[in-house]
Each structure stands twice: as structure tokens, then as C-alpha cells.
């Protein structure tokens, strides 16, 4: 059995853009995997119309494309389940759901404590929202973003833009002037007070 039947295609919910760090044109599938596993390190890979896209998440590059699936290596797909993270996404990225509460400055911490962050929902990756959902029951935890640099600007904490339409109706509100940091809220997005005490998710790359 050739190594390269290992790799597992899953299909995204979203269309979703990922940096690569390679392109290879035209080369079959299989060529397009063999690549990927002797790279110096693919995280997983992206193969349409015969051009093959080599993804390093530990390691972006500064191209993008537009993807719809993934192809993951099937020794890699469990590999965060450690600890009580759980991939998503094929395995590209581990989350754990912290059944402790904490305010959100803490809560990153913990998470900064494991090798990651507070979980983003990234722009063009909001795909994990919907992924996580079959690990999370219904209720409020603490995610990564925030409006403290600019009251109603919210980023997440890789700097990048909060461009959602997930949000609570009505949110973000800044209630009583006092909500900077965000929560994941019944499956939606609120803007809550951040020295409150909530649930949280953690994020870090499958390296
Ligand atoms: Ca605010
Ligand atoms: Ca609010």
C-alpha cells in the first residue's frame, strides 16, 4: 500500500481561504500528495484542476487560495486529542473546551499556558465556528476577540478584523459602556464585560 492512500479529503462547509506555502502545477493527485509528504513539513494540502497547494500552519506563507476541501494524512488527523483538545477541521487545528471559569484576560492565558491562544474565528475561517459546533453544547464561553484598542472596532487577537454576520441580534451592544471582550453565545456572538467569569475555548496548531 502506497503511502500516499493515507491522505483523508475533507470537504469544507465554507469556502475558505488558506495561505500556502507552496504551489506545484500541474501534477496529478497522487503526485500532489507525494509532495506533501516529503516536504519538510505539510500540514495538508489542497489539489484542484491539477495544481497543488502545500500548507505549512505553523509556517504561512504569504500567497492564498481559495479553497472548498483539504487532504489530510491520516497519522496526523488525531494527533492534538491529548489533553483534551480535539481537532477540527481534519485535524488542522486542536481545540479544547475549558469547563473552568475564568475572566477573559485569564482564560487567554491558560490558553497562552498550552502552546496557543483563545480561540479565533477568523474571517475567512468562520468555517470553524460550524466545526466546533458538534463539540460544543449550547452556552457562553469566552473566544478571542475584542474591542479595547477602539470602542466597537473588534479584532481578534491576531489583529485581524471581526467580519462576521454571526452575531446575537442586537449585538455588539458595549452595555452599560463596559463590553470589550467577546463570547460565544448559544452559538452566536456577544459583546460581554470582560471581568466576567465564563467557560472558554483554547486553539493551537497541530504542531
Ligand atoms: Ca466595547
Ligand atoms: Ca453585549
Same mark, same amino acid.
Given at each position: 500500500m502506497c503511502k500516499q492512500d493515507s491522505f483523508s479529503r475533507y470537504y469544507l462547509q465554507n469556502l475558505v481561504t488558506t495561505f500556502y506555502s507552496r504551489e506545484v502545477n500541474d501534477i496529478s493527485l497522487v503526485t500532489c500528495a507525494l509532495v506533501c509528504l516529503s516536504a519538510e513539513s505539510c500540514t495538508y494540502f489542497y489539489w484542484h484542476n491539477r495544481s497543488c497547494f502545500i500548507v505549512n500552519a505553523a509556517s504561512p506563507g504569504n500567497s492564498s487560495v481559495n479553497i472548498t476541501s483539504i487532504y489530510v494524512d491520516d497519522d496526523l488527523k488525531d494527533m492534538c486529542n491529548l489533553d483534551g483538545y480535539n481537532t477540527i477541521f481534519g485535524g488542522v487545528l486542536c481545540v479544547k473546551v475549558y469547563d473552568v471559569e475564568k475572566n477573559w484576560k485569564n482564560a487567554n492565558t491558560t490558553c497562552e499556558q498550552d502552546g496557543g491562544q483563545i480561540l479565533v474565528m477568523r474571517t475567512s475561517v468562520f468555517y470553524i465556528k460550524l466545526?466546533? @459546533?458538534? =463539540?460544543?453544547?449550547?452556552?457562553?464561553?469566552?473566544?478571542?476577540?475584542?474591542?479595547?484598542?477602539?470602542?466597537?472596532?473588534?479584532?481578534w487577537i491576531d489583529g485581524s478584523d471581526v467580519t462576521t454576520d454571526g452575531w446575537e441580534d442586537g449585538q455588539p451592544d458595549n452595555y452599560n459602556g463596559l463590553e470589550?471582550?467577546?463570547?460565544?453565545?448559544? @452559538?452566536? =456572538?456577544?459583546?460581554?464585560?470582560?471581568?466576567?467569569?465564563l467557560k472558554f475555548l483554547c486553539e493551537k496548531p497541530l504542531m
Open positions: 466545526e466546533a @459546533l458538534s =463539540l460544543l453544547p449550547h452556552g457562553e464561553y469566552w473566544i478571542g476577540g475584542h474591542d479595547m484598542a477602539k470602542e466597537g472596532e473588534f479584532t470589550d471582550c467577546l463570547q460565544f453565545k448559544h @452559538l452566536k =456572538l456577544n459583546d460581554k464585560n470582560c471581568i466576567g467569569r
